[in-house]
C-alpha cells in the first residue's frame, strides 16, 4: 500500500511540475471550471437534445448519467474522507474546489460518465473521451487530485454509465 501511494505521490508531483505555461494553465483552469458538478456534460446533453429534436431521449438520459454519477461520486467522497493534496508551499493548487474531499474525483465521474453516455446517444466517440481525460488529467495538474482519485472517478463514472445505457 506504501508503494502505491508513493507512486501516486510521485506521479502528482510530476503532473503538477511538468508542461506548465500560462497558456496551458490558464486554458485547463477554464476547462475545470466548465467542469464542475458537470456541467459542461449538461451543456453538450441539451445541445444534443435540442438538434435531436424528436430523438433526443439518449440525451436526456446522458444528463441523468452524469447526475447520477456525480450523486454517486459524492457519496463515496463523503465515506472515503480522503483529503486532498498537499504538496510543499511552492506548488499550491492552481483552482479552487468545491469540497475538501479527494477521493474519487467527480471531474473524472462526471466525464467518463458524460462520454460514454453521450456516445450512446450518438455522438462521436473519441472527442468525448478525448475532452474526459484532458478533464481528468487537469486536476493532478492543477494540484487538486491524486491519479489515483482520477483513475478511480473515471471507473466510477464508466461503472454508471453502462449501468444506465443499457
Known amino acids: 500500500m506504501r508503494l502505491l501511494a508513493a507512486l501516486d505521490l510521485r506521479l502528482l508531483r510530476l503532473l503538477r511540475t511538468r508542461g506548465h505555461t500560462p497558456p496551458v494553465e490558464i486554458?485547463?483552469?477554464?476547462?475545470?471550471?466548465?467542469?464542475?458538478?458537470?456541467?459542461?456534460?449538461y451543456a453538450i446533453a441539451l445541445a444534443g437534445a435540442a438538434l435531436a429534436g424528436r430523438r433526443s431521449e439518449g440525451f436526456f438520459r446522458a444528463m441523468e448519467t452524469v447526475l447520477a454519477a456525480l450523486v454517486?461520486?459524492?457519496?463515496?467522497?463523503?465515506?472515503?474522507?480522503?483529503?486532498?493534496?498537499?504538496?510543499?508551499?511552492e506548488l499550491p493548487a492552481l483552482t479552487p474546489v468545491l469540497s475538501g474531499r479527494s477521493y474519487p474525483s467527480a471531474h473524472s465521474s462526471t466525464s467518463f460518465a458524460?462520454?460514454?453516455?453521450?456516445?450512446?446517444a450518438g455522438?462521436?466517440?473519441?472527442?468525448?473521451?478525448?475532452?474526459?481525460?484532458?478533464?481528468?488529467?487537469?486536476?493532478?495538474?492543477?494540484?487538486?487530485?491524486?491519479?489515483?482519485?482520477?483513475?478511480?472517478?473515471?471507473?466510477?463514472?464508466?461503472?454508471?454509465?453502462?449501468?444506465?445505457?443499457?
Not at 486554458?27 to 456534460?41: D, V, Y
Not at 495538474?141 to 491524486?146: E, I, K, T, W
Open 72 to 89: 454517486l461520486n459524492t457519496v463515496v467522497k463523503q465515506t472515503v474522507r480522503r483529503a486532498r493534496p498537499v504538496l510543499e508551499e
Open 114 to 120: 458524460g462520454a460514454r453516455a453521450l456516445s450512446a
Open 27 to 41: 486554458s485547463l483552469i477554464r476547462l475545470a471550471r466548465a467542469g464542475e458538478n458537470g456541467l459542461l456534460w
Open 123 to 166: 455522438l462521436p466517440a473519441p472527442p468525448l473521451y478525448a475532452v474526459a481525460v484532458t478533464m481528468a488529467l487537469s486536476r493532478p495538474y492543477l494540484g487538486v487530485h491524486y491519479p489515483s482519485d482520477i483513475l478511480a472517478g473515471a471507473l466510477l463514472g464508466d461503472a454508471v454509465a453502462r449501468l444506465m445505457t443499457r
